[in-house]
């Protein structure tokens, strides 16, 4: 079964259900950028740890239709300026699962489904995935839950999950936490042509960026059939005690996914996420 990138654009080939990756080269919203140009800021993201290749500045487009400046940064997680600037060092590293430095302050965290118009409102599909992600927290009786309600007042929840109808390609993207609160803006795009359980998987996937874990397999990204090693010595991805050492295959935080995902935490997810909250 082949992977895909929950960041790059994907084309489905004829209608047999084959998929390949490809980087998305559509130059409107998002521009691959020279290192160079941002040297500062390419430093502080390898410094803590992030693979910059493909590193883009990104017009991230928001529910009601504007635009916020921001850096992608391995394919699905986004950074202003301002938060890459204050990232702080600290952490070890090794071949099991991650977090940021930064987690959410325990607590209830208001999640709302967009509805609006324009397009970024959720299908009835994703809207049932996204509930279905909310149980996939709730259910482990976690320091932190979400209250879940759909709806267009974006502005005052903690967290708002829409779709974004310019974006290319098929997958979701988001942040990590900071001063203690999720990352509020969580995009899905291109999900229509996949399964409420693939749809479930993205969204929780993207939570769990916005709540604090880094990619499971960020050293390698093996998920993606690549090899991408950025040493075992370092900071800015944090181990969590109790995961397996090795590549875990069917963590629902790998990088890519297969369009035969079943939406749910496996066991080491699990036991990341209570050793966290």
Known sequence: ????SIFTAIILVATLGLFSCQNDEVQTEEQAIDQEQYPEITKKL???????DGL???DFQLPDGSFQEMFKVEGDMMFTRKQIENMKMGGDITTKQYRTNNLVSDGV???IGYTGGGGFGLSNKERTALQWAVNNYNRLNLDIRFSLTFGTDFQSRDMVVYNNPNQSGSGGSAGFPTNGNPFKFVQIFGLSGFSTN???HIITHEIGHSVGF???DWFSRQSCGQNVNEGSAGVGAVHIPGTPTGYDS?????????????GEFNANDITALRFMY
């Open 109 to 111: 965290i208001t999640i």
């Open 198 to 200: 693939v749809n479930e």
């Open 1 to 4: 079964m082949k992977k895909i």
């Open 250 to 262: 069917t963590s629902l935080m790998l990088a890519c996914f297969a369009n035969n995902e079943d």
């Open 214 to 216: 880094r990619h499971t």
């Open 46 to 52: 390898q410094e803590m740890y992030f693979n910059t």
């Open 56 to 58: 883009e500045k990104v």
